[in-house]
């Protein structure tokens, strides 16, 4: 089992930052690749990032590109993700999730194995 707390969630105004991390324990999670999803209300759960067990390969979705960075820091357990140049719609729960790396992008919910309870996020125009 892996389990996954996700933080640093908050209030933001448009064009602020947050950064989130996602604390995992349990199985060997540096092995483990971890992806970040965000659910708006009444819209589909959809992929923001992933990072690689070794932080060697990095995906973001379209919409977060340029604004978005994801690392991680296998020493403690935990994968942050940089939100920079924030905008409303951005607003969304946000998750992490967790899988053994191979080959592929893992950007499908489908994908992941272990799920954190996710933490909000508000950016207000």
């Known amino acids: 089992q892996v389990q996954l707390v996700e933080s640093g969630g908050g209030l933001v105004q448009a064009g602020g930052s947050l950064r989130l991390s996602c604390e995992a324990s349990?199985?060997?999670?540096?092995?483990?690749?971890i992806g970040w999803f965000r659910q708006a209300p009444g819209l589909e759960r959809e992929f923001v990032a992933v990072?690689?067990?070794?932080?060697?390969?990095?995906y973001f979705a379209d919409s977060v590109k340029g604004r978005f960075t994801i690392s991680r820091d296998n020493a403690k357990n935990t994968v942050y993700i940089q939100m920079n140049n924030l905008k409303p719609e951005d607003t969304a729960f946000y998750y992490c999730?967790?899988?053994?790396?191979?080959?592929?992008?893992?950007?499908?919910?489908?994908?992941?194995?272990?799920w954190g309870q996710g933490t909000q996020v508000t950016v207000s125009s």
């Open positions: 999730a967790a899988r053994p790396w191979g080959t592929e992008k893992y950007v499908r919910l489908h994908e992941y194995d272990y």
């Open positions: 349990g199985r060997t999670v540096s092995t483990y690749g």
């Open positions: 990072i690689s067990w070794n932080g060697g390969r990095t």
